[in-house]
Structures are given as C-alpha cells and as structure tokens.
C-alpha cells in the first residue's frame, strides 16, 4: 500500500568541543568568527529543522564531548532541543564515540522529544502521524567502535520506510544485509555515500563545519524527502562558515600566467566566486617540476605575507594557511655539466641523493659525535659545531634528521642553492 510523505534531516559529527585547525596564525578580522565557526555551522542546522517543516531530526553521533565542550556546547544542544520540543519536534540521536552516553550527565535530562539511542541493543521506535505510523527509525549508539556492527540492529521486520541510524564506517554489503530503506551514518568528517548500501541511500553526512586541510571542501548536512512511494530525494545543504581549499599548482599554470603570484590572485578570485562568499582557508602545494620556472615563484616567504595582506583581510576572507613549493628532483643535464661553482653544487647534489638511496640498507657507522650515520648521507652536525650559539636542541634537530624527512631536505637545501647561485631569490618588495 502507499505510504504517506515524509521528511527528515540527517546530521552528525559537530564535534562542539574541537576548533578549526591548520592555523599557524589567526587573522585579527577573523578571531571571532573562527572561534564561534563550529557551533554556527551547528546552530544552522537545528534553525533548519525548526524552518524546513521537516517531521523528525536524526542526529547520528560525535556531536559534543561533553566534558571538553563544557556547558557552551551543552547549552547549545539543550536549548535547541527544547525549542524543536516546543515546535513538536521528534530527535532521534544515536550517540558515537564523542558522545558516549555513559560521559552525559545525569543531572541534566534530556527534554522528551530526544530519544538517545542505548549502547547495548538496537530499539525501534514508530513515527506517527495522526495515529497512523508512517516511518520507523532503528537505532543504535556506538559501543565506542569506529565501526558499525550491522547486525547488532536486528529487530522485526515492518512494512513501513525503516531508518537505520548509527555510528560507524561498513561496506555496502554489510549495510545491505541490514535491510533499512535508510542508513543514517556518522563518523565520516566529509560528506560519505556507500553505494548499494541501501535503497534511499546510505549517509554520513560529515561534519557541519570542516576543521581543517583534510577535511577540504563543502561541509553540511543532509535534507531527506521520502514520497508517498517510499522514494527517497537526497538534498545536500551547506552549512559551513570556513571552507578550506587544497590547491595545487605545476609549472605548466605559471608559465602560462607569468608569475605565482599572479596566478594566485586569480584563483583565488574564482575559488571566492564559486564558493558562496564564505570565508575561505587555503593551503597551497606548488609543483616546481620545471626547474626554469624557478624565477618565476620568487620568495615564497615574502609571497605568503602579501597573499595574507592583500587577500586575507576582506569580507569574506581568502586566508592563505600554508604555501608549499616542491622543488624539482632533477635539473637540467646542461647545469650539472657546467664548470661552475653552481656545476659543482649539482653533483655533489646528486652523489649525495644517490649514494643515500644505495646504501639505505648498509648498517650505520658511527661518527666522532657519537651519532650513527649511514654512509654517504649528508652530515649537518660538524656544521652545527661552527654556531655555538645554537641551543642543544636546535643541534640536535639540524644535526639528525630524521630518515622519512632526508630526501625533502636535501631537495629544498639544493633549491636554495640553485636560487643563489643563479642570482639570489628575488624579493616581491624589490622595483625593477
């Protein structure tokens, strides 16, 4: 028999008691807004479930540690409850590993349109509609796994619409067994859709507010209609203050621009356009494979400073938090053969990158410091020896570098050279 219509909205992960991240530095304009970014991106979306006309809020784990978010983050959630129990408002939340009900206090009651899900079995609750129910939602909360235990969500089988709604990553297969027209998932910081998990769709909705570089791009919840034919419409609803952006950038774009910077400015003027006028913090990773280029970049010090001058104190913001550029891993033949100092630097560049790659399975030799060294890997300690107002932990760091980070320094150590000894880096603030 047809069903009746409904709708709902999934959210999960606003992690009240975590701020943004990735910020070695916090622009004044910004400070506020960067501190309060979490719970408006949280707040915004309780405002839609009191605006949408939706039938029930599903809330699907990590929404507050309680003890690290404090009374702020708790006040946050209780009073929007109490405002979606005076608009007659069901939530159905299924606790994660934040969460825990075991860390809520007990003297603070959840008001009665919350049902928080227990930890030790699943329980069905009927949503109803003048007196006829229309949906049921299955839940479950987190036994403090980062995975979903499917069948832990067991129970008899209805013939109306079921929401599955728990906390935990599972395959599509896993997800199918479980036999929910909706699987309402957290865990996932981004925005994840298991395929073939379920019929309407299988959600983690991510994190209301993305906290840093990993977590790049659209940040929201999600807006769920089901018809009268148990068809389900997924709407994705942005909700976020900051967006981060990871860009990266070759050789190829310089050149086609003439400079990093101008190529910067102008994408940093599309990426404003094309995400709604949020505030945005982007992290740049430039490519040099083109060692002709290298003019070209410039003092990435110096640019990351204008960038943040000229595009980071607007309204909205482009905030630069981070400008890497790779150097190349090999130079022209016509350099390294040239019979000049900067020849000369190339090739002992290169013996020391061969013979580091060699002899990486040779047991190490210990040298006059007492430290262990592999043979043929640059040694900084001896140089290290020739500052002696260096502290001894600035000593030890230059002086032994870890293996994973060799080839990167070693990189970025032959780049300097080949700036200076090409005619010094360039500096932005400099007229021609």
């Keep these: 028999m047809p069903g009746e219509s409904f709708r709902f909205i999934h959210a999960s992960d606003f992690h009240l008691e975590t701020p943004l991240g990735d910020l070695d530095q916090l622009p004044p304009n910004l400070r506020e807004a960067l501190a309060t970014a979490p719970r408006t991106a949280a707040a915004a979306v309780f405002e839609a479930a009191l605006a949408e006309n939706i039938d029930f809020l599903v809330l699907s784990g990590d929404l507050l540690h309680p003890v690290a978010a404090g009374p702020h983050g708790m006040s946050l959630l209780l009073d929007n409850f109490e405002k979606l129990h005076a608009a007659g408002t069901p939530v159905y939340w299924a606790a ?11 003297a603070v009651p959840l008001p009665p349109n919350v049902t928080l899900f227990p930890r030790d079995k699943p329980l069905s609750v009927p949503y109803e509609r003048a007196g006829r129910v229309v949906c049921t939602i299955v839940g479950r ?17 209805t013939d109306e619409f079921t929401v599955g709604v728990g906390y935990g990553a599972a395959d599509a297969n896993a997800l199918a067994s479980g ?27 991510g994190s209301p507010q993305g906290r840093g570089l990993d977590e790049a791009g659209p940040h929201g919840y999600c807006v769920v209609d089901v018809d009268a034919e148990q068809t389900a419409r997924i709407h994705r609803v942005e909700a976020d203050q900051f967006r981060y952006c990871h860009e990266t950038i070759d050789a190829q774009e310089i050149r086609t621009v003439g400079s990093l910077r101008n190529l910067l400015g102008q994408k940093i003027a599309s990426l404003a ?27 990435p010090v110096e640019l990351l ?9 607007g309204n909205p913001s482009a905030w630069t938090t981070r400008l890497t550029v790779r150097p190349p891993r090999t130079y022209p033949k016509s350099w390294r053969e040239e019979d000049t100092i900067l020849g000369d630097f190339l090739r002992a560049s290169d013996k020391f990158r061969k013979a580091s790659a060699s002899n990486s399975s040779t047991p190490g030799n210990t040298d006059a410091s007492g430290s ?17 107002e260096l502290s001894s932990t600035a000593t030890t760091m230059l002086g032994d570098v870890p293996a994973q980070h060799r080839d990167e320094t070693l990189d970025e150590a032959t780049l300097l050279g080949v700036e200076l000894l090409r005619g010094g880096k360039p500096s932005w603030g400099r007229k021609s």
């Design 96 to 106: 994660g590993i934040a969460d825990d009900p075991k860390q809520w206090p007990e």
């Design 141 to 157: 909360s987190s036994e403090g796994r980062s995975s979903l235990h499917v069948p832990g969500f067991q129970t008899e089988p």
């Design 179 to 205: 036999r929910m027209d909706y699987w309402a998932l957290g865990g996932a910081h981004n925005y994840t859709e298991i395929e073939d998990g379920a019929p309407a769709g299988a959600i983690q909705p």
């Design 273 to 299: 356009n094309d995400n709604g006028g949020r505030h945005l913090l982007i992290a740049w990773d430039v490519a040099l494979n083109d060692p002709e280029m290298i003019s070209s970049v410039g003092d």
């Design 305 to 313: 400073r204008q960038l943040r001058r000229d595009h980071g104190n």
């Design 372 to 388: 262990t060294a592999k043979a043929g890997q640059v040694q900084l300690m001896p140089f290290t020896e020739e500052h002696p």
